[in-house]
């Protein structure tokens, strides 16, 4: 099986940083596109950042300038780099890639399990 564990999240004032992590584990091929979400309260999951095994990235609107996706694909492993963070940003932010398992030629999507980020003064 595959897991993808999110870290890095918490507590942080407004114009802050943080720094979330996402690893992925298991009988994994390969990693293809890897991306964060986040879904706050009441409101509809949306994509935040999105990184093709190649590099390219794509950002939501409200985070460009601010966040920064990376990945380490010797450790399978996908960054977001949060910065001058607003209580707008406060939501549970969640970890999302296109596996190829080694036992199959499918791609299947995977989530991780989410990390709260709250930002307040």
């Known amino acids: 099986q595959v897991q993808l564990v999110e870290s890095g999240g918490g507590l942080v004032q407004p114009g802050g940083s943080l720094r979330l992590s996402c690893a992925a584990s298991g009988n994994i091929f390969s990693i293809y596109t890897m991306a964060w979400y986040r879904q706050a309260p009441g409101k509809q999951r949306e994509s935040v950042a999105v990184i093709s095994s190649g590099g390219s990235t794509n950002y939501a609107d409200s985070v460009k300038g601010r966040f920064t996706i990376s990945r380490d694909n010797a450790k399978n492993t996908v960054f977001l780099q949060m910065n001058s963070l607003k209580p707008e940003d406060t939501a549970v932010y969640y970890c999302?890639?296109?596996?190829?398992?080694?036992?199959?030629?499918?791609?299947?999507?995977?989530w991780g399990q989410g990390t709260q980020v709250t930002v307040s003064s």
């Open positions: 999302n890639a296109d596996v190829r398992k080694t036992t199959t030629p499918r791609i299947v999507n995977y």
